[in-house]
């Protein structure tokens, strides 16, 4: 049987190497700073939906004869009671115990702004992964690499570094939450907080990870950058919309298995508080990472540099 040649010449020496490279070259680039900021304004204003309404009733407090503490305690009562679990369950589209889990048995005001994140994290996910090696390919740059190192190791080491980059910027965004609400609210023993927090992070990594591998696909496809942004927003969001078109118009939620043959299907199991259907979201968000990855690196091979 023949060795798969899309992988010939693969040395994780030189994919670290351009990794690195391509992560310090992202920090110091108008395109790496706007994504750091990108991942920031939008994870801090979705984390303000959530927070002002809860400022404003501990500011008033003082006024109405209670304390902020007490306004707080209030407000996070509100968050962990049937009326918003029943909203949360409509939204999540998950059972009873799930929500009760994010609601009553998490930080509620953390779980709230996660969930949102995690609708939002495919999109920014492609305005900081588009650009991997398409920009390159349109200037011929990447020829003068083929003559130190192989094909794969370009293409993987790009896609890792991008990854890594991503991940600092999503580990910042959960620390400066974190601290905030830690600090702020003082609402949740910080150990609970914490914890939640940092399974935040690794679901917020892993719902980013199959389209950073799906971002490089396109990326090596095309030969512009803005027209690779263009594409990976599109193969983002439009199946997303057909499927749930789909579901919707054949049964509704006894179809919602239909939207797991995308990541996005996947996103709310990431948080689940059964470990058994978290591993497996893992593993789907794994499994579809391969998969981009090995269709881009075959087509990554085959193409005019």
Known sequence: MSRDSSLTG????????????????????????MTVLLVLIVGLSIAAAFTVPLEATMSS?????????????????????????????????????????????????????????LMAFPFLTCLGASNQTSGDIGSRGLRYLLLRTERPNIYLGRLAGTFLFLAASIAL?????????????NIYPALDLLGWT?????????????????????????????????????????PIVFLKLVVSSSGGGRNAWIERALPWGWKYDLL??????????????LAFTALFTGIGLYAFRRRDL
Do not use: N
């Open 10 to 33: 693969l040395r994780a020496d030189h994919v670290g190497l351009i990794g690195r490279y391509f992560v310090r070259f992202s920090t110091r680039t108008g395109a790496g700073l």
């Open 61 to 117: 407090s003082p006024d109405l004869g209670h304390t902020q503490g007490e306004a707080a305690s209030a407000v996070d009562r509100v968050a962990r009671s049937s009326d918003f679990a029943k909203i949360a369950e409509s939204v999540t589209g998950s059972d009873a115990a799930q929500v009760k889990y994010l609601l009553q048995r998490q930080p509620a005001l953390l779980s709230g702004i996660l969930l949102v994140l």
């Open 173 to 185: 965004l959960m620390l400066l939450l974190a601290v905030y609400i830690g600090v702020k609210f």
């Open 198 to 238: 940092l399974q935040g992070f690794v679901a917020l990594l892993l719902i980013c990870l199959p389209y950073v591998a799906m971002c490089a696909w396109m990326s090596a496809l095309l030969e512009s950058a803005f027209g690779s942004l263009a594409i990976c927003l599109l193969v983002t969001g439009f």
């Open 272 to 285: 689940s508080g059964d470990v058994q259907t978290r591993l497996l979201a893992y593993a789907a968000m």
